[in-house]
């Protein structure tokens, strides 16, 4: 039997004998159903017309993709350590030449991801490299392919030593972030996904409850994602696709634009506009 993969979100579902009837997760108002109705396919059809692909973003961190994009289109972030590698956030495909590269590279010690969108094949890359799986209590009623791998926590976790997973909320309730500290160098390292988005303009960031159907989040929920965060100390921000990355100052970069967020709310604009 197949396991099932939402051709719109590209999340895997059960290896059932047939497909489930709705994707709960493209059901949601936060995602959509595709404009031709929801549709399923298998990772054996993807491989078919698709390859994984990895890029180092900086040392010791390589992100995960597909190519062409499926889905959503995010690129994960697999993070070296010396105590084991964490992968961050899940891509719908892992094909075998990216299998022996991750497995180079030290293989996958534990996964956690940003929310219920970027889950896509995370329990395939679990069982190929005999990783936990590290799941928000909050967000389990997401959960769409069950798995003995999987591990609720509720507010912190470290997936290794060292690294610390976080729920912050907002964009779901088990919206998550990991901390890297020593990356960019030793300054610190925030992957984020979704839970707070590294926007086109790189020096901001922004918060939503939809990004396709572009439902904002409320001033308190705001307020509370860049406190929630504050306790980390980092440089950088690593959002949830190819180049969307704050270099530098990613730390201040949050709090300007969460304070930004907060003004529009408010009706407040730039000043001469
Ligand atoms: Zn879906």
């Not at 919206?175 to 610190?188: E, I």
Request: hydrophobic share 40%; aromatic share 8%.
């Amino acid at each position: 039997m197949p396991a099932w993969i939402c051709e719109t979100c590209a999340v895997q579902h059960a290896d059932t004998l047939e497909p489930p009837a709705i994707c709960e997760i493209c059901s949601d108002e936060r995602q959509y159903v595709g404009w031709q109705g929801q549709r399923w396919t298998t990772m054996d059809e993807l491989a078919a017309g698709h390859a994984t692909v990895l890029r180092a973003e900086e040392p010791d961190l390589v992100g995960i993709g597909t190519e062409p994009a499926i889905g959503i289109g995010q690129r994960a972030l697999l993070v070296r350590t010396p105590h084991g590698n964490v992968l961050w956030d899940a891509v719908p495909l892992l094909d075998e030449p990216a299998r022996q590269r991750i497995a180079e590279l030290g293989g996958i010690a534990a996964i956690g991801m940003s929310h219920p969108h970027f889950y896509a094949a995370h329990v395939e890359f679990a069982d190929a490299f005999d990783a936990r799986i590290l799941i928000p209590r909050a967000d389990e009623q997401w959960i769409r392919r069950p798995s003995k791998r999987i591990e609720l926590f509720d507010d912190e976790v470290q997936p290794v030593p060292g690294v610390t997973l976080a729920r912050i909320g907002g964009h779901f309730d088990g919206a998550a972030v990991l901390h890297w500290p020593a990356g960019s160098g030793g300054r610190g390292a925030l992957l984020t996904g979704d839970t707070i988005t590294v926007v086109q303009d790189r020096d901001w960031v922004s918060f939503m409850w939809s990004y396709p159907n572009l439902i904002p989040l409320d001033e308190a929920t705001v307020t509370d994602i860049a406190d929630r965060v504050s306790r980390f100390s980092f440089d950088r921000v690593y959002g949830g696709w190819w180049g969307r990355v704050v270099i530098a100052d990613g730390a201040a970069a949050i709090r300007r634009s969460a304070d930004r967020y907060v003004a529009r709310l408010h009706g407040e604009r730039p000043a001469n506009q």
